[in-house]
């Protein structure tokens, strides 16, 4: 049984850092995409960012450019989000997801078959 087990989410002011972990566990998950994606009250729930298996390509969505990293360490097994210069807007549900057969859309909820339970990140103003 695969397991994701989401930490590091809480309250931050903006402007603030948090660093988010995902451990993985139940299988091995070479050649997988993993990422993450976020939920608001009352959004739908948006691609983060998403990184392969080697490390060597990395996505993000637009409004997180350059202020987050996703970074994985295959020997643990386990996936960060490092998240810098953090603004009200951040403020969401954060969950690790993997992608075990990896495709092209990879902002694609559907296209990610694990799912952890998620971590919550609040940003104040």
């Known amino acids: 049984q695969v397991q994701l087990v989401e930490s590091g989410g809480g309250l931050v002011q903006a402007g603030g850092s948090l660093r988010l972990s995902c451990a993985a566990s139940?299988?091995?998950?070479?050649?997988?995409?993993m990422g993450w994606f976020r939920q608001a009250p009352g959004k739908e729930r948006e691609f983060v960012a998403a990184i392969t298996w080697s490390g060597g390509r990395k996505y993000y969505t637009d409004s997180v450019k350059g202020r987050f990293t996703i970074s994985r360490d295959n020997a643990k097994n386990t996936m960060y989000l490092q998240m810098n210069s953090l603004k009200p807007e951040d403020t969401a549900v954060y969950y690790c997801v993997v992608d075990s057969h990896p495709g092209l859309r990879y902002n694609d909820p559907h296209e990610y078959n694990y799912w952890g339970q998620g971590t919550q990140v609040t940003v104040s103003s």
């Open positions: 139940g299988r091995t998950f070479s050649d997988s995409l």
